[in-house]
Structures are given as structure tokens and as C-alpha cells.
Nanobody, 124 residues
Framework: QVQLVESGGGLVQAGGSLRLSCAASGRTFSTYTMAWFRQAPGKEREVVAAISWSGGNTYYTDSVKGRFTVSRDNAKNTVYLQMNSLKPEDTAVYYC?????????????????WGQGTQVTVSS
């Protein structure tokens, strides 16, 4: 069982930055592929970024490439999402998710554990 707790959300002006953190419980964190998803009001949940267990492989959805960076610290059981050059369309609840296995997946149904979410609001 893995428990995930996100933090770092908030209100920021367009062009600003935020860093989200996701702290995981459990001693097997380093064996999980991790991802960040987001869901805006009235929209479907979408994957934002994902990172393999070793950190060697990453994935980004096209709309955040060059602006967001996903990373992890297995010694601290934590995954991060650095978000720069934020836009109003980045406004959403951001969720951290974990899946067993080494392959990155972009479908939320492939993830086994979820955090409670953290709100990110970008004002214009």
C-alpha cells in the first residue's frame, strides 16, 4: 500500500512558477513509476508528466513541454513537478499517482494509487 500526499499548490500570476511535491509512504517507492495528472473544471483528467522508477525516463504532455520538469528523489520518497512560465490554462487540481512496474503510462486507469490533489490557480 502506498499513500501519496501532494503539496505546493496555490495562486500565482501568469508567467510565475510553482513547485509541487508528492510525498509517498512505504519502503518500495523506488519501484514505482510516478506521474502527475490534472483536472480542470468541466474537463477530463489528463496526464501532465511521468517519470520512471530510476528517473531515467520521463514523459510530458505537449502543452507543458519546455515549461514543466518532473523529478524524483527516491531517498526522500518524493516526486516533484517544477512548473515555470505558468499560464491560466494550467489552472487545475493536480494529482500525484503511482503505478507498479517500470513502464511509463499516460492513462490514469493504469495507476494504482492516487493523492488527494492540490489546487493550482494561475491568474491572468
Amino acid at each position: 500500500q502506498v499513500q501519496l500526499v501532494e503539496s505546493g499548490g496555490g495562486l500565482v500570476q501568469a508567467g510565475g512558477s510553482l513547485r509541487l511535491s508528492c510525498a509517498a509512504s512505504g519502503r518500495t517507492f523506488s519501484t514505482y513509476t510516478m506521474a502527475w495528472f490534472r483536472q480542470a473544471p468541466g474537463k477530463e483528467r489528463e496526464v501532465v508528466a511521468a517519470i520512471s522508477w530510476s528517473g531515467g525516463n520521463t514523459y510530458y504532455t505537449d502543452s507543458v513541454k519546455g515549461r514543466f520538469t518532473v523529478s524524483r528523489d527516491n531517498a526522500k520518497n518524493t516526486v516533484y513537478l517544477q512548473m515555470n512560465s505558468l499560464k491560466p490554462e494550467d489552472t487545475a487540481v493536480y494529482y500525484c499517482a503511482a503505478r507498479r512496474g517500470s513502464n511509463i503510462r499516460s492513462n490514469g486507469a493504469d495507476y494504482d494509487y492516487w493523492g488527494q490533489g492540490t489546487q493550482v490557480t494561475v491568474s491572468s
